[in-house]
């Protein structure tokens, strides 16, 4: 079993939507980050979360320890929005910051 | 705004030869990743190194693959003997407790 998953793996969304994000992990994390990679593109860091809730603009990031999870949530979506978006955790010992699989978004005019 | 670059931005290399990706980290961040993406594929990790030395490393990073830090800042990823699969985007990346995850923008190794 993989140790960070996410859900779902591919998304298509119209423009305007509300998307959700999914993460879940089953290691012990100091934190958990958030990335989003355009097609082509580097890796560019949304969040970093260890508890709560933050909010940059129309994405918000939230984390539960106690449940290991985490979303990534867009609101009024845009096709700029479109990219691949990961959830890293770092794990407790800082040895290995650990990708999830990446979620494919598509969002459609 | 700080941030983690990359020289070359692509390194093209005859199959066999060695190569050298350089990356110069964040200056106070205290860890360091490389990461490669094949293409079409996720992100997958290589090696992460801390106080001077690997801590923990992948099994992709076989006895072909070194980094070292030689000046304190340049934080450099050597392909001894590159192999066709290793055609792929490198990423470095660093971090220091409590800040965010940075990325360089990646070298595109392409092994012909």
């Known amino acids: 079993k993989n140790e960070v998953e996410q859900s779902p793996q591919n998304l298509t969304a119209q423009e305007g939507e509300f998307i959700t994000i999914n993460c879940s992990y089953s290691v012990g994390i100091s934190a958990l980050h958030w990335l989003q990679q355009h097609p082509g593109g580097g890796i560019v860091s949304l969040f970093m979360l260890s508890s709560g809730k933050k909010k940059h603009g129309r994405l918000i990031a939230t984390i539960n320890i106690q449940e290991k999870h985490s979303s990534l949530h867009i609101t009024a979506s845009h096709p700029r929005d479109s990219a691949v978006y990961i959830c890293a955790v770092e794990k407790t010992s800082y040895d290995k910051v650990i990708f999830g699989p990446g979620t494919s978004l598509s969002v459609i005019p | 705004e700080p941030e983690v670059t990359q020289t070359p931005s692509h390194q093209v290399t005859q199959m066999g030869q060695e190569v050298i990706l350089r990356c110069v980290p964040i200056s106070n961040h205290l860890y360091f990743y490389w990461y490669r993406q094949i293409l079409g594929q996720k992100v997958e990790f290589l090696v992460s190194f801390y106080n001077n030395e690997i801590s923990e490393k992948s099994e992709i990073f076989d006895d072909q693959f070194s980094v070292e830090r030689p000046d304190g800042s340049n934080f450099t990823l050597k392909i001894r003997s590159t192999k066709l699969e290793d055609s792929a985007m490198y990423f470095c990346?660093?971090?220091?407790?409590?800040?965010?995850?940075?990325f360089g923008p990646g070298t595109r190794l392409t092994v012909l």
């Open positions: 990346a660093s971090i220091t407790t409590g800040t965010a995850l940075l």
